[in-house]
């Protein structure tokens, strides 16, 4: 009568090898679009995986593009596996940036080494903040927080856009909503003459093995997992599910807003609209990618930014739409999502009725 | 076995019945024959191979080898919709029931064709009310207590109007005067011809009730008799080997101090159908095992999560040590010496995809140096869960085996060794030996009652009554949120207990 059945025992193995045979069937039809769309699906894959890496700012793209994509995961993994679902990254992201964006416009024309830490503290509590509304939503009237992450993102949004319309707007620019380019002590400066990548990424690496030490060592992260796993085991050894919740939200909150000030900080170099292409959305699918741990997070978020720097090549040199990049996220996170569905459950054989 | 028998056509007839599961042979070479209308007992431990069997019978597990012969044609059973046709009912030691549907609406999806609800309540009450089983036709079903979902279990399948009826310890949440009635349905079932199998480890419900035995041990049958022929040690040789084994307790020669106090405990609970705590008064001294009897559903939960902190109470209904604790939550009783074993062992008791060194953090981390500047000391939990699994006897694969590969038994000898390893001064027990092998029930019974004599505060919370006997000083009943005076057990008996289980419980029903 089922169609499906759970696994007694799901394989550890095959929960592993989910992510590569998910990267493996997206490459299948992508292959068969390419070639519907009437291109060559081996050259399309070398334009999309291959080319960008070749050259040295190909690499500083990829490292400048996986940055916010680990940082904000890892902030992100913790919470899903306390089950708290913060879709809305995208908007503690733009916080953070936001906020960040405020100390460099009213230090604009001050010196000093401090501008710098500072917006990246403005960002990391933008973002926290950001991340604490849903959290107390959640917490005093139960609203779901996978509502209320989302439904903010678009609050972020329209705030931002009020902002570099607005009171931010460069006022001796030309009417573009944008605020005014930062100036050099509140900016991040290049490691390397020429290409874009800059100390912001030194950021994101110191805080992988924080996140991984906390995951693997912290009793907080215990309380998470518990609670994910069971809340009346949580109940029981006297968790409280309310500081999960907290936790959760305003440290992926705080991670998120970091990413966002390191790239007003960064590659933008002011508040625009199009601060971000959607690392917030994109992150999500790095964390579950990488299985939610610290360490497959870093790898699923190179792919991630190879996938951006790869739809921007293919636009670029075989005139396909911008969307390409959309479509793979989206079918990555289709297979994976699907393959461990597989993993966890079995397909039940009909047995005939002989009696 | 199959030949020159003078009976008419078996109703169910076994031959070579072998299944293997990955690393065990559940089955092995198992022959059974049940007659139209007879009462047949399947005995073992848990771990035995019964339930295997039954599922093959149900068609819920497929044998490797071996033929099915029902009324004497060979049958494939495939399912258990086929099962069903057969008229074969099975009751589930594990209900198979959906928590978010009604009473009503479960029986309805394990019947075939079309069905009207209100016709279908009705006929409902009627089975229950003659079998004495009281059930609420429109109560959800995760607003019920386990014995409750049992009794759901029973009349849905006596609905089906079976010519088989297989139970899996069927008696171990009801009253003495509830197994009595039982007993008299099932007999009367019988006398109609609906052949009844009884799977047990109780002896001397089986000598009560059946004509024949087939005893299993590891897979295979290692005995058949009739058991009102047999000595209850001749049956429990054949189930386990050896003897039973007895619990034996010393006085305590300490000093009586009391170190758990309830003063008027009261809950009003939300939910319509859950039950609520009415002025619950207590005293559990130290060195001494304080028993509540009573059939899940009369506020055994809620009792129990007033206890534990799960849900706290007003600050002086609860005391440990003469200190106010009702108001803190678990994790803060347990600083004052509380443990607390419950009933629910995966999902509650422990983390089910965790190991047991991680499961032991679960409640260690507030004694123990397993909780530093913030971290957690996985080397030193796993120590301490390899020091409570030689203790307690726990058979697993070590320290790193998930909580979920473990046997009903084994988790409930690492989740009470760990409760014990805290140094409590208090210890709440709920359900402790709910479908443990028989050898891990005297163990656990046997190190509870060790446990109090070491000067610890013992509350047991149970439905099976001969265990109250065999480990407490003093037995009260909780019927309907009520709970009467705790009585010396040299003063009471299972007849007089029973009796005001079932009493109340018809007030509340």
Avoid at chain 1, 129 to 156: D, H, K, N, S
Avoid at chain 1, 269 to 292: C, D, E
Avoid at chain 2, 95 to 108: G, K, M, R, W, Y
Wanted: net charge neutral; proline share 5%; charged share 15%.
């Amino acid at each position: 009568m089922q169609l499906i059945e759970p696994r007694a025992n799901p394989s550890r193995t095959m929960r592993w090898l989910a992510p590569p045979l998910a990267i493996l069937l997206t490459l299948l039809v992508a292959a068969g679009i390419f070639a519907l769309l009437g291109k060559p699906p081996l050259q399309a894959f070398y334009v999309f995986f291959i080319e960008p890496l070749e050259t040295s700012n190909g690499w500083s793209e990829l490292l400048l593009k996986a940055s916010p994509l680990i940082l904000i995961a890892q902030g992100l993994a913790l919470g899903f596996r306390a089950r708290i679902y913060n879709i809305g990254a995208e908007g503690q992201l733009l916080l953070g940036a936001i906020c960040a964006s405020g100390v460099a416009i009213y230090t604009d024309g001050m010196e000093g080494a401090w501008i710098l830490p500072a917006m990246v503290l403005a960002g990391a509590v933008g973002g926290g903040l950001w991340g604490a509304i849903p959290a107390w939503l959640r917490t005093r009237f139960q609203a779901q927080e996978t509502l209320t992450t989302l439904m903010l993102a678009y609050v972020a949004t329209y705030l931002l856009s009020w902002l570099v319309s607005g009171p931010w707007r460069d006022p001796s620019g030309t009417n573009f909503p944008q605020s005014i380019l930062f100036a050099e002590p509140a900016m991040f400066t290049p490691l390397f003459e020429g290409l874009r990548i800059n100390a912001s990424v030194y950021i994101a690496a110191a805080l992988v093995p924080v996140f991984w030490l906390f995951v693997a060592k912290s009793f907080m992260a215990y309380q998470l997992a518990v609670g994910g796993e069971a809340p009346a085991a949580a109940r029981y050894a006297g968790f409280s599910a309310n500081r999960t919740v907290w936790v959760s939200l305003v440290i992926s909150g705080a991670a998120a807003g970091i990413a966002g000030a390191a790239e007003a900080a960064g590659p933008v170099g002011q508040l625009t609209l199009s601060l971000s292409p959607g690392y917030g959305y994109a992150a999500i699918i790095v964390a579950w990618v990488g299985r939610l741990h610290p360490l497959g997070i870093v790898l699923a978020g190179l792919l991630m930014a190879l996938i951006y720097l790869g739809g921007e090549a293919a636009q670029v040199s075989m005139q396909l739409p911008a969307a390409i990049s959309w479509l793979f996220q989206g079918m990555l996170l289709f297979f994976l999502l699907g393959a461990d569905a597989f993993v966890d459950f079995r397909l039940r054989q009909r047995k005939e009725v002989t009696a | 076995m199959t030949s020159s028998r003078p009976d008419p056509a078996p109703r169910l007839e076994l031959l070579h019945i072998s299944k293997r599961y990955p690393g065990v042979l559940a089955n092995d070479d198992v022959s059974l024959l049940v007659r139209p209308g007879e009462i047949h007992a399947v005995l073992g431990e848990n771990g035995a191979g019964k339930s295997t069997l039954m599922k093959i019978i149900y068609g819920a597990v497929q044998a490797d080898q071996g033929e099915i012969l029902w009324n004497g044609r060979q049958v494939q059973i495939g399912n258990p919709a086929a099962a069903r046709q057969l008229g074969i009912g099975m009751v589930f030691q594990h209900f198979q029931l959906f928590e978010t549907l009604s009473v009503v609406e479960n029986i309805a999806l394990a019947l075939e064709g079309k069905f009207d609800l209100r016709a279908l309540a009705s006929r409902v009450r009627e089975v229950s009310a003659k079998y004495g089983l009281p059930l609420e036709p429109e109560r959800l079903v995760h607003s019920l207590s386990v014995g409750e979902r049992q009794r759901v279990e029973i009349v849905r399948c006596l609905l089906q109007n079976p010519q088989l009826l297989i139970l899996d310890e069927p008696t171990s949440v009801l009253t003495p005067q509830a197994v009595r009635s039982l007993f008299a349905t099932l007999r009367q079932l019988a006398s109609e011809g609906v052949s009844i199998l009884y799977i047990s480890h109780k002896l001397h419900e089986i000598q009560e009730l059946c004509e024949r035995a087939t005893v299993m041990q590891g897979g295979r049958v290692t005995g058949e008799a009739d058991p009102r022929q047999e000595s209850t040690a001749s049956l429990a040789r054949m189930m386990i080997g050896r003897e039973l084994p007895v619990c034996s307790a010393t006085p305590y020669e300490g000093e009586r101090i009391p170190v758990l106090e309830l003063r008027g405990l009261s809950y009003a609970n939300d939910d319509p159908f859950g039950a609520s705590l009415h002025e619950i008064d207590l005293i559990v001294d130290r060195g001494e095992v304080v028993g509540i009897a009573g059939i899940s559903g009369n506020g055994q939960a809620e009792l129990l999560a007033a206890l534990s902190g799960e849900v706290p109470s007003a600050a002086s209904c609860v005391l440990i040590d003469g200190q106010a604790v009702g108001h803190l939550h678990a994790g803060e009783r347990r600083d004052r010496g509380l443990a607390f074993v419950p009933e629910e062992r995966l999902g509650r008791g422990a983390v089910p995809a965790m190991s047991l060194a991680q499961n032991f953090t679960l409640t260690a981390h507030r004694q123990r140096e397993l909780r530093r500047h913030g971290l957690i000391n996985l080397a030193g939990a796993r120590q301490w869960a390899a020091r409570c699994i030689e203790r307690f006897d726990v058979r697993c694969a070590g320290p790193q085996a998930a909580a979920r590969s473990l046997s009903g038994g084994n988790l409930q000898k690492f989740i009470v060794g760990r409760e014990i390893m805290q140094a409590p001064k208090v210890m709440i027990v709920a359900q402790p030996t709910w479908g443990v092998d028989v050898g891990a029930a005297a163990f656990l019974r046997q190190t509870l009652l060790d446990l109090a004599r070491s000067g610890v505060a013992v509350l047991v919370i149970s439905e099976e009554l001969e265990e109250l006997f065999e480990i407490c000083d003093r037995i009260a009943v909780l019927a309907a949120g009520r709970l009467s005076l705790p009585v010396p057990k040299e003063d009471t008996d299972a007849e007089k207990i029973g009796l005001l289980m079932a009493g109340t419980q018809q007030q509340a029903a």
